[in-house]
C-alpha cells in the first residue's frame, strides 16, 4: 500500500524559507512521476514541481527560479524547497506520486493529505 505523508509546512514572513519533506512508502513503479500540487482557497489545484524518475524536472512560472524539487532515494523522501516565499504562495500543499509515459502524460495515482503553507506580508 502506497503512502504519501507531508511535513515541513508552517507559517513564514514573506521573502523567507521552507522546505517541505513526502515521505513514500510502498511505491514500486520504476518509470514515475513525483509532483508538487497546491491549492488555495477558491482556486484551483496547481502543479507547482515534477521530478521524474530520470531525475529531470519541471516548474510552474509562478515558481521558477524561487522553488527546488529534489529526492533523496536512499530515504524515499520528495522534497521542495522554497524560498523567497510570497503571500500568493500561501495554500495546502500536496504531493502526488504517479506512472510517467513517454509522451510526457503523469497518471497519478497516489495522494499526501497535504501540509499548509502560510506566507505573511
Known amino acids: 500500500q502506497v503512502q504519501l505523508v507531508e511535513s515541513g509546512g508552517g507559517s513564514v514572513q514573506s521573502g523567507g524559507s521552507l522546505r517541505l519533506s513526502c515521505a513514500v512508502s510502498g511505491y514500486t513503479y520504476s518509470n514515475y512521476c513525483m509532483t508538487w500540487f497546491r491549492q488555495a482557497p477558491g482556486k484551483e489545484r496547481e502543479g507547482v514541481a515534477t521530478i521524474d524518475s530520470d531525475g529531470s524536472t519541471t516548474y510552474a512560472d509562478s515558481v521558477r527560479g524561487r522553488f527546488t524539487i529534489s529526492q533523496d532515494n536512499a530515504k524515499h523522501t520528495l522534497y521542495l524547497r522554497m524560498n523567497s516565499l510570497k503571500p500568493e504562495d500561501t495554500a495546502m500543499y500536496y504531493c502526488?506520486?504517479?506512472?510517467?509515459?513517454?509522451?510526457?502524460?503523469?497518471?497519478?495515482?497516489?495522494w499526501g493529505q497535504g501540509t499548509q503553507v502560510t506566507v505573511s506580508s
Open positions: 502526488a506520486a504517479g506512472v510517467s509515459y513517454s509522451d510526457g502524460y503523469c497518471d497519478f495515482t497516489d
